[in-house]
T-cell receptor, first 115, second 111 residues
């Protein structure tokens, strides 16, 4: 039973389109995150939500809008896709935010390719 | 400006020998560090962590060493096994509760 799942796993789309990536966790965690792994392989935090409230919002274009309908879901909507948005996007969750010993559990990633 | 650096993109080791993966950081305020392991087409999974009040943490075949004065940590895997072949990410918590990751080191353990 997958702890953190993402759909779709692969997404190929044209520039200018709008797309969404869904994330669900069945761990009962309060905190969820979106990370972007760019071409240089760095994993960078984009957003985090704690109990459906936005906590961390990194310097991300406002074309990216996260939405958390409930604690178990954090979706990422991207408007007007650009070539530079091509990356692997990882969702993650942890029990809480602020406890340094908390482990983050990652989903398998969504590979986005913008043509 | 990358605050966590893994300067070796890849490492190849014979099965049974020791693997040493290195990580450097620039922010002296970092006080908790983690290593994650990632297989292809999967997300990273937590491996081991260390607090800055320690200089060593051991878990089975995995040991992490922290040298605060040098702003350097290393992950030792001994003995290395083919199943350890993966990408290893070093990470540190910053003061805003964000995990800052390095770019990863790809480890290949040869049978």
């Amino acid at each position: 039973d997958t702890a953190v799942s993402q759909t779709p796993k692969y997404l190929v789309t044209q520039m200018g389109n709008d797309k969404s990536i869904k994330c669900e966790q069945n761990l009962g965690h309060d905190t969820m995150y979106w990370y972007k792994q760019d071409s240089k392989k760095f994993l960078k935090i984009m957003f985090s939500y704690n109990n459906k409230e936005l906590i961390i919002n990194e310097t991300v274009p406002n074309r990216f809008s996260p939405k958390s309908p409930d604690k178990a879901h954090l979706n990422l909507h991207i408007n007007s896709l650009e070539l530079g948005d091509s990356a692997v996007y990882f969702c993650a969750s942890s029990q809480d935010l602020g406890d340094l010993s908390e482990t983050q559990y990652f989903g398998p990633g969504t590979r986005l390719l913008v043509l | 400006d990358q605050q966590v650096k893994q300067n070796s993109p890849s490492l190849s080791v014979q099965e049974g020998r020791i693997s040493i993966l290195n990580c450097d950081y620039t922010n002296s305020m970092f006080d908790y560090f983690l290593w994650y392991k990632k297989y292809p087409a999967e997300g990273p999974t937590f491996l081991i962590s260390i607090s800055s009040i320690k200089d060593k943490n051991e878990d089975g075949r995995f040991t992490v060493f922290l040298n605060k004065s040098a702003k350097h940590l290393s992950l030792h895997i001994v003995p290395s096994q083919p199943g350890d072949s993966a990408v290893y990410f070093c990470a540190a918590w910053d003061s805003s509760y964000k995990l800052i990751f390095g770019s990863g080191t790809r480890l290949l353990v040869r049978p």
